[in-house]
Nanobody, 114 residues
Framework: QVLLVESGGGLVQPGGSLRLSCAAS????????MRWYRQAPGKGRELVTS???????YYADSVKGRFTISRDNAKNTVYLQMNSLKPEDTAVYYC????????WGQGTQVTVSS
């Protein structure tokens, strides 16, 4: 049974930082890519960043230079370090693996507001 559990969301002021974590289980974590998506109120879900099994990364233009994705295969965990946060980064952030038919975490709320 594949399970993805996100944590680390919260309320932060503009310019602040947060680190999200996604703990994975039920599949061979080190063999699969991992992704972070987000969904802002009233908008569709968008791909923020991804990391391949070999460590290659992709970032959406909107977060490039501010967000960093990383993975710890020993802990079956993927991280999203978010710096210089802006109000437009406010969204529910979801962890995703394309393993099999694809699986999603439950999401964690990130609110950037003064």
């Amino acid at each position: 049974q594949v399970l993805l559990v996100e944590s680390g969301g919260g309320l932060v002021q503009p310019g602040g930082s947060l680190r999200l974590s996604c703990a994975a289980s039920g599949f061979s974590f080190s063999s699969d890519a991992m992704r972070w998506y987000r969904q802002a109120p009233g908008k569709g879900r968008e791909l923020v960043t991804s990391i391949s099994s070999s460590g290659n990364t992709y970032y959406a233009d909107s977060v490039k230079g501010r967000f960093t994705i990383s993975r710890d295969n020993a802990k079956n965990t993927v991280y999203l370090q978010m710096n210089s946060l802006k109000p437009e980064d406010t969204a529910v952030y979801y962890c995703h693996t394309p393993h099999g038919s694809g699986y999603w975490g439950q999401g964690t709320q990130v609110t950037v507001s003064s």
